[in-house]
């Protein structure tokens, strides 16, 4: 199994920028996709933006131009830099990553998430 943990949240003014970090740990043959979820008080979880081993990336409208993900395959990480947030990218971040299990399964992994709040 893969395990996820993610830090790098927490309080910053409307301008301003964070910067998450995740990382996997565990038995596993490879990670394909990574990505970022966020879900805000009384919303649904939504894709913030996700990233695939060969690079390609994919990200929602609402951070475009703001936000940037990559990854280090060696050390299986992702990091979201978040610039310019502003008080409705407050969220609690999520990290997940699409893994092939060593049964050659493929599963989704998720991480227990990291506050993030924007103040105007």
């Known amino acids: 199994q893969v395990q996820l943990v993610e830090s790098g949240g927490g309080l910053v003014q409307a301008g301003g920028s964070l910067r998450l970090s995740c990382a996997a740990s565990?038995?596993?043959?490879?990670?394909?996709?990574m990505g970022w979820y966020r879900q805000a008080p009384g919303k649904q979880r939504e894709l913030v933006a996700g990233?695939?081993?060969?690079?390609?990336?994919n990200y929602a409208d609402s951070v475009k131009g703001r936000f940037t993900i990559s990854r280090d395959n060696a050390k299986n990480t992702v990091l979201l830099q978040m610039n310019s947030l502003k008080p409705e990218d407050t969220a609690v971040y999520y990290c997940?990553?699409?893994?092939?299990?060593?049964?050659?399964?493929?599963?989704?992994?998720w991480g227990q998430g990291t506050q993030v709040t924007v103040s105007s």
């Open positions: 997940t990553a699409r893994v092939l299990g060593l049964r050659a399964t493929e599963y989704d992994s």
């Open positions: 565990g038995s596993f043959f490879s990670i394909n996709t």
């Open positions: 990233i695939t081993s060969g690079g390609s990336t």
